[in-house]
């Protein structure tokens, strides 16, 4: 979910790395009643359309990986301290090992316009089919059931405002022509920030450079490449500046998808029980092809017992793994892109890493929040400014971010419990560990209880890092309130825009395949990010 330009070895932000199909980009998951009334789980895969929307690279293999389970509570840990936090995760990983014994989805490309899918490990038993690229197509399975299938071209389902995401981070190669191999240059020792820094000219809004970073590239200037300033910056009228604009980076782009429409029923023999459908991805391309050369053919983390199918899996072991995506974010901005950690769903050992990184936005990202009157999540200690902190260890990091973390995140209504069954409110911990997105087919699916289409998480992530005791215009602080439009028209701030555009580019479908048609001329896919 939301991990475009990730792993950096198809990061096509860096100035000498081409788009990749390989590059996963978003994995929603919400239910519906299906073709024949069914209760259904909509599954969409999206990566970029190379070579172009609706036609395939035959060099993929694509996964999607399916479980389903009863629904677990994920309780705050007792003490509140990290070793508490610890001990939570340890009892939860026990719990939770759905993922070793997942059904799959495998989709590979004997033609261009051509995929062969394959449904292997449910109950069913395994079962292929051929798919024409661009047709709607209903799969019955061996005890008939209906899965609706769409395989090929649609416009970008991702809508969002990137760039600022990036100048929120300092992140350079999005503004600067920096090669992948330059890795002391990407997020440059500059504070996060939600709000400009005085005097960061590397980064602040240039009237003479609109465009940089929306398409417009520089060179990296010799230096310094630091922030010698102690405030934000205000302008003649007392208002801080933004570092989003909240413009739509994907608009007029495509992507190549996949799309199913799966009967509960097919997918576990205890639907009454069975109420949370966990979904992860991967991309695998073809050894041998010097396509991702960045990535070895047998690269090391394989080794760690992550990518075990490799070693009874004939079909597997004639390709490499290269990304997978889970929850929106956790690769792509907690993970920080890098390649060892694309360990998809299993990714518990990566808890203490979340902690710290966290805690590293939450020093830019916190008194950015507070700056503009509201209450963040993050301790602080009341300062007036961004600060740029990192964190060896979890142990010191964790009491600064511990509410982020630990605190339930609230919903703007009830509507999303459906059914009016007193689910429980999420908490960051329990969505990003596991690294699945778990539907769940009690409500609506909204983030961070699956994810629709028309779900802005990229604005949703941010609000975790709001207190959700505070309130704002009488109600408490909920996962659209950065969202909301009077906010902003309140706040001491320019330019007076929710962070990232409240709707995409194109109306989505109210029918299969959900996701709309592609655009007949798009922008270029480079940077879609």
Known sequence: MADHNDPNGVNSIFSDIEVSPADLYDLFGFPVDGIDGDESAVVALT????????????????????????????????????????????????????????????????????????????????????????????????????????????????????????????????????????????????????????????FNFDPAHPRLGRGEKRELPPGPLTWPGSRFRKDENGNYRFVYTGEDAQAGKNVNAIVLEIPLSFLTASPHEDRIIDIWAESWVRRGTDKVSSIPDDPLWRRKGLWDALDTDDELRRYKPVDTVGQPFADAGLNEREDHRQVGANNFGLALHFVKRLAHLGWG?????????????????????????????????????????????????????????????????????????????????????????????????????????????????HVETLSDQSLWDLAPIEPKTPPNPLKNDKEFLDHFPYLTDPWAVATSAEHLG
Not at 124 to 139: N, Y
Not at 164 to 177: L, V
Request: glycine fraction near 8%; proline fraction near 6%.
């Open 47 to 202: 990566f970029a359309s190379i070579p172009t929307a609706g036609v395939f690279d035959t060099d993929m293999l694509y996964r999607i990986r399916i479980t389903t389970r009863p629904r677990i509570v994920f309780h705050r840990p007792e003490g509140g301290g990290l070793a508490a936090f610890v001990r939570h995760l340890i009892a939860v990983k026990k719990k939770y090992l759905g993922w070793r014994r997942a059904g799959e989805v495998r989709v590979t490309f004997d033609h261009p316009r051509r995929a062969k899918v394959d449904f292997r490990g449910f109950r069913e038993g395994d079962f292929s089919r051929a798919v024409e690229a661009d047709r709607v197509i209903v799969i019955d399975t061996p005890h008939r059931r209906s899965i609706a299938t769409f395989i090929g071209g649609r416009d970008v389902a991702f809508f969002n405002d990137l760039p600022g995401f990036f100048r929120s981070i300092n992140y350079a190669p999005q503004f600067y022509r920096i090669p992948r191999t330059w890795t002391h240059l990407r997020e440059l020792r500059i504070p996060k920030t939600l709000l400009e820094l005085e005097g960061n000219d590397l």
């Open 365 to 477: 990202f916190g008194p950015s929040i507070s700056a503009l009157g509201l209450k963040t999540s993050f301790d602080h200690d009341d300062s007036a400014v961004s600060l740029h902190k990192t964190y060896t260890f979890a142990l010191s990091a964790f009491p600064r971010v511990r509410r982020t973390m630990l605190q339930r995140l609230n919903m703007p209504d009830e509507t999303w419990d459906k059914r009016r069954l007193g689910i429980p409110l999420r908490r960051p911990f329990g969505i990003f560990v596991p690294n699945v997105c778990a539907q769940d087919m009690d409500t609506t699916g909204t983030w961070p209880y699956g994810r629709r289409l028309e779900d802005q998480v990229a604005t949703r992530f941010l609000s975790m890092f709001l207190d959700m005791s505070g309130e704002f215009d009488g109600k408490m602080y």
